[in-house]
């Protein structure tokens, strides 16, 4: 199967956070496969990027809606919507983390999902056909140490998932979760050189010391064009048959079943 024979040429298809990371490359994807692409974030996307972006703070509820109504306006509402943007507040102990940071996560890695999709999943039920993915993480089923709060909101969005995914369902909508494991975005990347730095080591050492403190069984990082595929399969006419579902892209990290 070719790439024009995904049944994705065509689609309007909206990704947050796709500047950079996942969502840069989950943009570009799509972008390859002939939909029409557009991109929300508020970081400047690079030049080439094959989308129309809109610049959105996705952190607040006036900043969602405001993104929903953009869209809508420009073409009519989206067959695929990939909720992708997320950000972890600093590192705490979990009982000393606060109200402020705690929120913080959760009105960025849940609320920004549940008002965008409010926002636009109404036009795929009237239309009768739609995808949803939501893009949460592995710390919703391997939480760490002093990042309760992210793991907690990620574990909130895989449960939202579900039951939307029940709710809209008859309607011909399908609501998918793609968990990423360890994967080396560009943003990881400064943030291990930054690691190596400190501790005057290259970094490659650094993911190393990262895939061996996860127990990677495949034993490296994986790439953000890895995680991409995923959700290009998963919007793809390929899987017609699967919502309600969470889909790890992980190199195997979660050691259950």
């Known amino acids: ?38 991109t929300a ?4 996307p690079p030049a080439d990027l094959p989308a129309t972006h809109i610049p959105a703070d996705l952190a607040t509820e006036e900043g969602v809606a405001e993104l929903g109504q953009q869209v809508i306006d420009r073409v009519g ?15 705490a102990p979990t009982l000393q983390r606060t109200d402020k940071s705690w929120y913080a996560d959760l009105e960025m890695n849940l609320l920004s999902a549940v008002r965008l999709d409010r926002a636009l999943v109404p036009g795929m ?7 949803v993915v939501h893009v949460s993480s592995i710390a919703s089923r391997l939480p760490q ?9 990620k574990a909130a969005l895989n449960v939202y998932s579900r039951e939307l995914a ?18 080396a975005t560009a943003g990881a990347v400064e943030h291990l050189t930054r690691i190596a730095d400190q501790q005057g080591i290259g970094v490659d050492a650094v993911k190393q010391q990262i895939v061996d403190h996860l127990n990677v069984p495949m034993g490296r990082p994986g790439d953000p064009e890895d995680v991409a595929e995923m959700i290009a399969f998963l919007a793809s ?5 699967l919502t309600g579902a969470e889909f790890r892209v992980d190199g195997g990290i979660i050691p259950v079943v």
Not at 41 to 44: I, V
Not at 125 to 131: K, N, P
Not at 166 to 183: D, I, K, M, S, T
Not at 237 to 241: G, L, N
């Open 125 to 131: 039920v009237e239309q009768g056909s739609g995808v």
């Open 41 to 44: 974030s508020r970081g400047a």
């Open 237 to 241: 006419r390929r899987a017609k048959w």
């Open 1 to 38: 199967m070719t790439i024009s024979e995904e049944g994705l040429s065509g689609l309007r298809v909206l990704v947050t956070g796709g500047s950079r990371g996942l969502g840069e490359a989950t943009v570009r994807r799509f972008a390859a496969a002939g939909a029409t692409v557009l």
């Open 77 to 91: 509402g989206v067959d695929v919507l990939v909720n992708n943007a997320a950000a972890a507040s600093a590192p």
């Open 166 to 183: 029940a709710e809209v369902g008859g309607h011909g909508v399908r609501v998918v979760c793609v968990l990423p494991g360890f994967v």
């Open 145 to 153: 140490r002093t990042e309760a709060s992210y793991a907690a909101a």
